[in-house]
């Protein structure tokens, strides 16, 4: 994967921090919490592909798969799921402590299932990628979140979707 496939990958997959952050951000958290999630997700999307590598890599070997045609899978079942996530509405809480463990990973999950396409060559750099992206696109999202409707943030998530699923087919 090139540099710019991959910081196309990074956005996309930072889309769905970017949303949930975008809805946190109309709840006003204070300053040092935006610090907070901001790292936890940052270092999230940095460790969650790494561990996909490697899980990826030992069933690849394991059943003698084609990485293309699982790399299209991936993406675009996580477009999907991102689309469809788009068009539902959460109800919105302030983050306890252990919440912010659990936002992180969850933001992240995507990221895990792309390490399983990455290629040794490039996954410090993809996981690097990730990690900053996530972070600028959450602080973002925290920092904008009073000023931007949520509408916009469930519009990040559905173009995030629809650019996997495109990267994703194009791959083949």
């Not at 899978?73 to 996580?78: E, K, Q």
């Not at 469930?154 to 791959?171: P, Q």
């Amino acid at each position: 994967m090139g540099f710019l496939l991959i910081f196309i990958i990074a956005v996309s997959v930072s889309m769905d921090a970017f949303s949930l952050s975008l809805a946190y951000g109309t709840l006003g958290i204070e300053k040092r919490q935006k610090y907070i999630l901001t790292f936890i997700v940052g270092v999230y999307h940095f460790i969650m592909p790494i561990i996909g590598y490697f899980i990826g890599t030992f069933f690849i070997d394991l059943f003698n798969l084609d990485p293309n045609i699982i790399v299209t899978f991936i993406l675009s079942f996580i477009g999907i799921d991102m689309i469809i996530s788009s068009f539902k509405k959460e109800e919105i809480h302030y983050l306890k402590k252990y919440e912010y463990f659990l936002f992180g990973l969850a933001v992240s999950i995507d990221s895990f299932s792309i390490g399983f396409t990455l290629n040794s060559g490039n996954l410090l750099f993809s996981s690097l990628m990730f990690c900053f992206c996530s972070m600028i696109f959450t602080f973002i999202g925290l920092l904008f979140g009073n000023k931007i409707k949520k509408s916009l943030g469930n519009l990040s998530t559905l173009i995030g979707g629809i650019v996997l699923i495109i990267i994703g087919v194009c791959y083949l």
